[in-house]
């Protein structure tokens, strides 16, 4: 009777690499193809006295899970089109280097993949070390924060602070604010950026042509709002036109995605859009590459400009904002009404063009904010995600939560902490 050979492949889950595992004790897993499963513990978890009996029952769950698992990689991997024996430790990083590589080598680009956190631009690596550099002593220099003491030009129209920092971007109005203060999350910045940023480009009047190295005239008439990326503009080459052909193709990859998720709920696409601006930070990415970054980062920060004009023109005042959430400041009193005018924010930002595509999730209803910066505030919240959707049968009974938060107090002599705290 001939034996029929099935074919096998094996699931591999340790903390010995294979390597260790084919040299010392195990050298058939040569003949089989190998599947790692890159599952982790809770740190601390095997130091208690009874770390043997917990390591066995999470290897049994370990086990029992395997399949699970084994399905939803073998699913990733069909949409990754590689082979599961190939599946990383971090897929979504991964993935992002893998669709942007297909796209840059379709429009025959160059890839500039590196192991390291410098590109690999084929002997140009002196002229962005030097931008590096550039951008590193504008990061350094003056800490990169706005308030009314720093470095920034204000637009007398709207209210909005800015600096000639690079990055972090931040904008910081401290005060008493003794309304509804609503705290916005900024969700897919990086995206909506990378969607619009010709309509972005355009919405200040100007074009590609004259690149970054021009002061950017506001919209509204006014002074500029966003001043030029730095200094490096006086160098031989234009980071933004360097960068374009790469940043188009970018996009296009979003748009794929974005496809994906509309119109076939592909929950790997949306796992994609999650991780997108992680990946493009990550220097671990192959694809690294900080100049694409830095125009990215551009942009975020001109849409986010463009928001907070929006929200200034329908009666809300700008406490902070950055690339990851807005603080605003309403002329509301009671919940009822604040809960009614975040609709109409809602509403009015999905009528505009350049900010249809911007998700604002709704963290922390304030009823009065005490704000000296994000580490240093005092207020009493009186809603929060924690406790659910906001909805039509919350009233002003609800229970306010006393929050203190004075980063500086530790930096104070222990005998004027207590005197503070009682203060604030």
Request: aromatic letters at 10%; glycine letters at 4%.
């Amino acid at each position: 009777m001939a034996t029929r050979s099935l074919p096998i492949y094996l699931a591999i889950q340790s903390n010995i690499s294979v390597t260790d595992l084919q040299s010392s004790m195990l050298s058939s897993l040569n003949d089989y193809p190998k599947v790692i499963l890159s599952i982790k513990d809770k740190v601390n978890l095997y130091k208690g006295l009874d770390w043997q009996r917990t390591a066995a029952r999470h290897a049994l769950q370990h086990y029992a899970n395997a399949n699970i698992i084994l399905v939803n990689m073998l699913e990733q991997c069909r949409y990754l089109h590689i082979p599961l024996g190939n599946f990383p430790d971090d897929p979504c990083l991964f993935a992002c280097d893998l669709f942007y590589a297909r796209h840059l080598i379709k429009h025959n680009h160059l890839l500039w993949c590196s192991l390291t956190d410098q590109p690999d631009l084929g002997g140009k690596e002196q002229d962005d070390y030097r931008m590096l550099l550039t951008a590193d002593v504008n990061d350094n220099h003056g800490n990169n924060h706005m308030n009314s003491n720093d470095n920034m030009f204000k637009n007398d129209n709207e209210g909005i602070h800015t600096n000639k920092q690079n990055h972090p971007f931040e904008i910081n109005h401290s005060g008493f604010y003794p309304t509804s203060c609503i705290e916005f999350e900024l969700v897919g910045l990086a995206i909506c950026a990378v969607l619009n940023f010709q309509k972005i480009h355009e919405a200040e009047g100007s074009n590609f042509d004259l690149g970054f190295g021009t002061t950017v005239q506001n919209p509204l008439g006014g002074p500029g709002v966003i001043p030029s990326i730095s200094n490096t503009s006086t160098t031989a080459y234009d980071e933004t036109t360097q960068c374009l052909p790469a940043l188009r193709l970018l996009r296009q990859m979003i748009q794929i995605w974005l496809q994906d998720v509309h119109s076939y709920t592909n929950i790997f696409a949306d796992m994609q859009l999650n991780h997108f601006y992680r990946w493009l930070q990550s220097t671990k990415s192959l694809l690294y590459e900080p100049a694409l970054k830095r125009t990215i980062q551009v942009f975020m920060r001109k849409l986010l400009v463009q928001l907070l004009v929006e929200l200034q023109r329908i009666g809300s005042t700008t406490i902070y904002g950055n690339l990851n959430k807005i603080i605003l400041a309403t002329k509301r009193w009671s919940l009822i009404d604040t809960r009614l005018y975040i609709k109409v924010i809602l509403e009015h930002l999905q009528f505009k063009d350049l900010t249809s595509t911007i998700c604002l999730e709704l963290k922390s209803i304030y009823h009065c904010l005490w704000w000296f910066d994000d580490k240093n505030y005092c207020g009493f919240r009186i809603w929060s995600n924690a406790k659910g959707q906001i909805d039509d049968n919350i009233d002003n009974n609800d229970e306010e939560e006393t929050i203190f938060d004075w980063n500086m107090i530790v930096y104070l002599p222990r005998v004027v902490q207590d005197y503070f705290e009682t203060i604030m």
